[in-house]
């Protein structure tokens, strides 16, 4: 199947600001998103609590930013996006909270420059999925590498694949079973039939290789549930 191109996945974000700026649910189809947020950005504080900088790239209306500065409330934050409905909206609600610098930009993720040493935090929240390439993902992994202080964090939450056929069958099983109870046979067709068009997530050893071939040498798994995963990898 021919996946969405850049501009399809943008005009669909665009008139679907709403779904993402709830931080009691998070965004539904993800399975733990309150949890997950509330896990990465814990881990955050924890692990870079003299942060002054995060990136937050697909940053969407800015879920995790906003969760972020509830604990970080200092943090200078730059918000990345292809939406630039998305990018006010993160914008209007991060500019509230925050007593550092708000900066948005419109860019594709693999296009972005990330800057050298800057960066304390990025946030990567359920935007990897749309690199296609194995190169694209090796790239963005490296950008952010050289962008991260020593020190720095880059946490990621994610739908992931799995490298077995028979496994991946048997997840994506379960997770149709999870949206029916969410909404519906109906509602299970049509999520998967969008993943099916705009997503090519990778499986989580895909990834940790990955990362490690850009230079990251400690990463661990913070949590993972069926076709969801987060982590974190320290520069
Ligand atoms: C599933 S939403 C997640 C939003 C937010 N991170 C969250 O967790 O609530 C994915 C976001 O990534 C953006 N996006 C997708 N592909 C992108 C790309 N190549 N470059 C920049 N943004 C992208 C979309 O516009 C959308 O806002």
Redesign the pocket.
Known sequence: MQKSS?DE??QR?DNDVER?SNLDT??KTTIDAPFTLELITSAAQILCPNADQVL??????G??TVKLLSKLPNLNCSL????QA?LDKAKERVENITHGQVNIQQ????QYHYGDSQLDIVLA???LH?LRSDGDWQTVFTKIYKALKPGGCLFV?DLIEHESSMVSQFIWNQYGEYLIDLGGESYKDDVLAYIDKEDSPRSLNFQMKTLYNAGFSTIDILHKNLCFGAYVAIK
Not at 107 to 110: R, T
């Open positions: 850049l996945i943008r974000f993402f998070g965004q937050d790239i697909g940053c969407g209306a879920n995790y990345v996006d292809l939406s998305m860019q594709d993720i693999l929240g359920a935007v749309h939450v």
